[in-house]
């Protein structure tokens, strides 16, 4: 990618579109274009970016997307995401959205020959039982985890499409699986989040009403690895840069796998990220399990070898990570 090249962030107004553009702005990258659902951020208002609103479920509103703005490089981050309660609840949703979205966009990028495409995908590929750390190579070797198949599916299929696409018409589609990510501009509904931005909103709220308890869903010990969304970001924009002849040999050309894992190596039980968080907030009362909530899948930790050997690792620790994301909360 070229500093002029013209870069279309789709989803940008979400947690890992908004990390891509800071992150692209933050190098010099001057040529941006992204793409948001309802509204863009405050944070945007005054960024060099140009920002267009596009429902991407929709293949004709694609197509003209494309037609009219030529990227020469996408990212595509714009998908329907939540925690274990909202793929739970609405299966439907998550399979349909996540299919439109990555196959209008997919297809599109082919039509138009953009250089590079950079699908972004979840660590919730993996099947249930697949021996830890979990490589690139465990992907479909068994059944998924139920609480989120559909979307998991869906995640598949988008890396399948990109394999496929670069097998028969030689494109340069690229994949990165993320472990469960959190950071500035995360999702604090506590229906519809993930584990981290749930337990800071409750254990602030529980700090200011001086409540007894915080209610944890789950027994506590399921595992879970967490990457903050900046250095996701970055790992992202690492990828896409990556010279043709790297690109090639490890991630774009069939019959390597089009995709790779990106985590810190490192997980904690439930439990103790509660703990983390805890202390970060200040709250002083105890933790209650409710163990009639869903625990997911007992552990998703990512190998990271095959990132590390292409030269990118991640620097964010977790308590520091929790704690901007707290300020950032806060504010
Ligand atoms: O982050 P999370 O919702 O999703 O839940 P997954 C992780 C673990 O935290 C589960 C427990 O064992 C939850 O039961 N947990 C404890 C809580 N308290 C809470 C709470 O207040 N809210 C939430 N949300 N969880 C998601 C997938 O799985 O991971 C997505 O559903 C995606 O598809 C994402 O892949 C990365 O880690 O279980």
């Not at 013209?6 to 692209?24: E, P, T, W």
């Not at 390597?256 to 200040?282: H, M």
């Not at 997911?296 to 704690?323: F, T, Y």
Request: net charge positive; charged share 20%; glycine share 6%.
């Amino acid at each position: 990618m070229n500093k002029s090249d013209k870069i279309l962030v789709a989803g940008v107004s979400g947690m890992v579109g908004s990390a891509i553009i800071r992150n692209l702005v933050k190098k010099g990258f001057n040529n941006l274009v992204g793409t948001y659902h309802s509204s863009i951020l405050e944070e945007q208002k005054n960024m060099p970016v140009r920002h267009l609103k596009a429902d991407l479920t929709n293949q004709a509103t694609v197509k003209e997307l494309f037609e009219t703005q030529r990227p020469a490089h996408v990212f595509l981050a714009a998908a329907r995401v939540g925690g274990i309660h909202a793929n739970n609840t609405y299966p439907a949703q998550f399979i349909h959205d996540n299919l439109a979205i990555q196959t209008n966009i997919i297809h599109s990028a082919y039509v138009h020959k953009v250089e590079r495409l950079l699908f972004l995908g979840s660590s919730c590929i993996y099947p249930k039982n697949t021996p830890q750390p979990m490589k690139e190579e465990h992907l479909l070797t068994g059944i998924l985890e139920p609480t989120n198949e559909p979307y998991a599916v869906a995640k598949i299929a988008g890396i399948k499409m990109c394999e496929a696409y670069n097998r028969q018409y030689g494109t340069r589609f690229m994949a990165v699986m993320p472990t469960n990510l959190y950071g500035p501009n995360d999702n604090f509904d506590l229906d519809t989040s993930h584990v981290l931005p749930a337990l800071i909103r409750k254990f602030h709220q529980a700090k200011q009403d001086n409540a007894p308890t915080v209610t944890i869903w789950g027994t506590g010990s399921p595992m879970r690895e967490f990457l903050h969304v900046d250095d996701m970001a970055d790992a992202s924009v690492f990828i896409m840069s990556l010279p043709d002849s790297t690109a090639d040999r490890h991630l774009a050309s069939y019959p390597s796998p089009c995709f790779v894992n990106v985590g810190t190596g490192t997980d904690c039980t439930i439990k103790e990220l509660a703990l983390t968080i805890k202390r970060a907030v200040g709250f002083k009362g105890d933790l209650v399990f409710n163990s009639s909530k869903p625990d997911g899948i007992s552990r998703k930790l990512l190998d990271v070898s095959r990132l590390e050997k292409l030269g990118w690792s991640a620097s964010i620790p977790l308590d520091q990570g929790i704690r901007s994301t707290y300020d950032w909360f806060m504010k």
